[in-house]
């Protein structure tokens, strides 16, 4: 001690009890001090990642839209002039369909399949009247010629190429712009858990005892530092393997996004192939009437006899698609440069607290605060995760009550990483929105492939879009099967609880 401080400590509750400079009254401050000065550095640290992540997502949303934007731009300033009263009299087709692409990418519960085939459907319904307007064409006979006419394929092979490559964008790029939302939601809920009553003791043991025994400008022993932070850590460290995932997964898929599901060429390309589809309808004209006109019947004349179809002018005018394929390769490369950078976050964060926030001393000093005075420390740094904190000499850790909220978001990383399994291979599942979504769970794996998909969704997306599995317990989701406790059991079985009922339900 110090000539300075001559209380003796017996009053001490949290620091050394030898003699000190403190009081009661200044421990207590201390204390209360050291509390909103870690939750502040643990919620900067998570304002940072975040920051990160909904730039990428920012990035990736503007871009994306604007591709969508700029088709349907495009489509409304050129088929007026291709197809005169084939358009203007059809507006409102194009504008719901471009209006249904752009909900279901915001998240809304459209099967998307099935609004393309209602495109097509009202489209052929529209343009077989305008075609023939010198019959009476009623409800039931383009029910019926509907059902023929697709057999014969009028639009050519656009609709089914079309469905199938615009299905597989979307859902990459809705399930990949939610990916990056749901990792910020996850980083800033975790980032507001507060202090246990033992974190609080030791925090301040570590931070502020120096100062009572006099020794203001002595840094905590780096490895002390450790045992601390990891201690009150470690259920947020239990994040690691499904956060791991979670960024492997938005990587996988960003390759998707600006590879095989190419959303510059897709996305960028919609009105040239409605273009496409409405020519092949035109040039095919004459025998798909006969057809239908054969299983369906004459229809009867109208009186009215105008020809909408004679109006159009002949003249075609060159579609263009813009290409913006350098932005999104730049975009894919950042974000994946980003996701790598975050992958180790939550098993890195004691450290990085340690050494920039706490001002913690290299480790192999042997002047640094040890807890109990100025020297070396000697016990050993401890593992990550709730498991690993049975034996911490510096907080008390009950391994069997893991953190609720903590594991809530565990979950909500899995369902995220199965979404984008089922992305990267082209399925769709059911989009809630993920906060609401604590009814199932993902895959614990970590989906680098296709592995979530072929257990998750046996086919493409040709009916509803389906609820999630609850995923088999592989023992890896809480830091090695030793840790998995009954409190998170217990979560899991409420979950396959719910999806039970559910299915009664319905």
């Known amino acids: 001690s110090t000539p300075f401080c001559l209380i003796l400590g017996e009053h001490l509750r949290i620091c050394p009890q030898g003699y000190t400079c403190c009081t009661s009254e200044m421990e207590e401050n201390f204390a ?18 975040q920051t990160i992540l909904t730039a990428q997502h920012r990035g990736f949303d503007s871009y994306f839209q604007d591709l969508l934007n700029k088709s349907e731009k495009a489509l409304y300033d050129a088929f007026p002039s291709i197809y005169g009263e084939l358009y203007t009299q059809n507006m409102k087709v194009f504008k719901d369909l471009y209006s249904e692409l752009r909900r279901y990418y915001r998240g809304s519960n459209i ?4 609004a393309l085939n209602e495109f097509w459907t009202r489209l052929l319904e529209r343009l077989f009247k305008l075609m023939n307007p010198q019959y009476h064409i009623t409800d039931e006979y383009l029910d019926c010629m509907v059902k023929h006419a697709e057999q014969h394929r009028p639009f050519g092979e656009v609709p089914r ?10 859902i990459a790029a809705r399930s990949y712009a939610q990916g990056f939302l749901v990792g910020s939601d996850v980083v800033k809920k975790v980032s507001q858990v507060s202090l246990s ?3 609080t003791r030791a925090i301040m043991k570590l931070m502020y005892c120096p100062h009572c025994r006099g020794m ?29 995932y979670l960024m492997d997964s938005l990587a996988v898929v960003a390759d998707r996004i600006d590879g095989p ?3 510059d060429t897709v996305i960028g390309t919609i009105h040239m192939r409605i273009a496409e589809a409405i020519s092949n309808l035109q040039e095919n004209k004459d025998s798909i009437t006969a057809k239908v006109f054969q299983g369906c019947g004459n229809p009867k004349i109208s009186t009215k006899g105008s020809s909408g179809e004679d109006k159009r002018r002949r ?14 390769e730049m975009l894919v490369l950042d974000a994946k440069g980003n996701l790598t950078a975050l992958k180790t976050y939550w098993v890195t964060l004691p450290g990085n607290l340690c050494s920039k926030k706490v001002m913690a001393s290299s480790g192999a000093d042997d002047k640094c605060w040890n807890g109990m005075t100025k020297g070396s420390y000697l016990p050993e740094v401890m593992g990550d995760g709730l498991a690993n904190q049975i034996n911490n000499p510096e907080v008390e850790v009950d391994i069997t009550k893991p953190d609720m909220t903590i594991r809530q978001q565990i979950m909500q990383l899995k369902i995220m990483t199965n979404r984008l399994g089922n992305a990267n291979i082209g399925n769709d599942v059911d989009f809630q929105d993920a906060s609401d979504d604590m009814s199932g769970s993902g895959s ?4 680098p492939d296709e592995v979530c998909g072929k257990r998750l969704s046996k086919s493409p997306s040709t009916r509803q879009p389906e609820t999630h599995a609850i995923p088999k317990q592989s023992g890896h989701g809480i830091n090695g099967a030793s840790s998995t406790s009954l409190p998170s059991a217990f979560l899991l079985l409420l979950s396959v609880a719910f999806i039970a009922a559910q299915h009664l339900w319905r």
Do not use: I
């Open 315 to 328: 003249g075609k005018v060159p579609l263009e698609a813009k290409s913006s394929a350098q932005a999104l």
């Open 261 to 263: 599901y190419n959303v």
């Open 111 to 114: 099967n998307l399949e099935e």
């Open 216 to 244: 203001s400008s002595v840094k905590p022993c780096n490895n002390y530092c450790l045992n601390v932070v990891k201690g009150c850590l470690a259920n947020q460290a239990d994040l690691n393997t499904e956060w791991k």
């Open 32 to 49: 209360n001090k050291s509390r909103s000065e870690f939750e502040a550095m643990m919620k900067e640290a998570g304002r940072s990642v």
């Open 161 to 170: 190429d079309l469905k199938v490559k615009a299905t597989r964008a979307f």
């Open 197 to 199: 009553h033992e974190c």
């Open 444 to 447: 614990g794996d970590s989906c």
